[in-house]
């Protein structure tokens, strides 16, 4: 089994982003299903404290320091999202 690394940044969240996040755990408190416009909008997923998940791809690249003791991610700050305040860097087995 290979280690993966994985780079998400995150919108700060707004009054807008707690209400929803209040009601999809409201929803699961109450063991029902969260209506289908959350489950979107967190994709099926728990709420993040840290805001908005969103896609960064096109602000980051592969780095690879020649050998394969160094290799992992740049992340180009001037090309993130509009309101992208957190930048996450995970692994996953």
């Keep these: 089994?290979?280690?993966s690394t994985h780079v998400v940044g995150f919108v700060?969240?707004?009054?807008?982003y707690k209400a929803k996040v209040a009601a999809w755990k409201a929803c699961k408190k109450a063991k029902i299903t969260?209506?289908?416009?959350?489950?979107?909008l967190f994709d099926g997923?728990?709420?993040?404290?840290?805001?908005?998940e969103v896609n960064i791809e096109a602000a980051t690249r592969r780095y690879d320091g020649g050998h394969r003791?160094?290799?992992?991610?740049?992340?180009?700050?001037t090309a993130l999202p509009q309101g992208v305040k957190i930048v996450r860097f995970y692994n996953s087995w």
């Design 12 to 16: 700060e969240p707004d009054e807008d």
């Design 1 to 3: 089994m290979g280690m």
């Design 34 to 40: 969260a209506p289908p416009e959350l489950e979107r």
């Design 45 to 52: 997923n728990e709420p993040q404290d840290a805001g908005m």
């Design 69 to 77: 003791e160094r290799e992992g991610y740049d992340v180009d700050v």
